[in-house]
């Protein structure tokens, strides 16, 4: 029987990528979106991939789809924490709002969408967590010093976490994309991309999401099974952590 994967912020831009990519590897999939219902019919009826929504900011709504997704498909294998928002600004100009925002959805929700996957993959000693990241957790960015925070803490989520797994046969692991050709990015001045951005990349162009999605299918495979608590950067040699 397949496994099941649950990917979060999984029907637009790279969290699309990841569901395609982990169905056409054989994997049972459900996206989790938030608020898009446009974009999430759309893909649904482009993958056949079936679609949840609920906030992973919302822990009893993380509980309470998880059990849908479970009761639909089976047990959750492989749980992808992808999904992520930005509320940026220069710190003296930030807000608490701005701040809980993204550290509620970014950092929390990696707990809530993890927490209640956890023990049972503890009791079938088999069981993926992939969360991701961003070269700005890692080098941190002006402007940036929620989403930083965050997603730093998801790296430390992940390190800790990954201890605690190894003996029950549960990876824990990070991804660190840099600039991606998401719609996110598509939004940047293409001046701004052009003279700032791309200068920065040694490769000398941005990442496509397909090249997230296929470090993520071969972390949730058996073959990355020797591969726990680690950071995969993939920027281009924009940072060499």
Not at 58 to 73: Q, R, S
Not at 85 to 96: A, E, N, S, V, Y
Not at 105 to 127: A, C, I
Request: some cysteine.
């Amino acid at each position: 029987m397949a496994r099941v994967a649950l990917v979060t912020g999984g029907t637009r831009g790279i969290g699309a990528a990841i569901s395609r990519a982990l169905k056409e590897a054989g994997y049972q999939v459900a996206a989790n979106y938030a608020g898009n219902d446009e974009a999430a019919a759309k893909f649904k009826a482009e993958t056949g991939i079936p679609v949840y929504k609920w906030s992973v900011a919302d822990h009893e709504a993380c509980a309470a789809g998880i059990k849908e997704v479970e009761a639909d498909l089976g047990p959750v294998d492989v749980l992808v924490n992808n999904a992520g928002i930005t509320r940026d600004g220069m710190f003296h100009k930030m807000t608490l709002q701005q701040w809980r925002e993204v550290i509620d959805t970014n950092l929390t929700g990696v707990f809530n969408m993890t927490h209640p996957v956890w023990n049972g993959m503890r009791e079938r000693k088999f069981g993926r967590v992939i969360t991701i990241s961003s070269i700005n957790g890692q080098k941190g960015q002006a402007g940036q010093v929620n989403y930083s925070a965050a997603k730093a803490g998801d790296i430390g989520f992940t390190k800790a976490l990954a201890q605690e797994g190894a003996r029950a046969g549960i990876t824990v692991n990070a991804i660190c994309p840099g600039y991606i050709g998401t719609e996110m990015v598509a939004a940047i001045d293409p001046e701004v991309l052009k003279t700032r951005i791309l200068p920065q990349i040694p490769v000398g162009r941005l990442g496509e999401p397909e090249e997230i999605a296929r470090a993520v299918v071969f972390l949730a495979s058996d073959e990355g099974g020797f591969i726990t608590g680690s950071t995969l950067t993939i920027n281009g040699g924009q940072y060499v952590a």
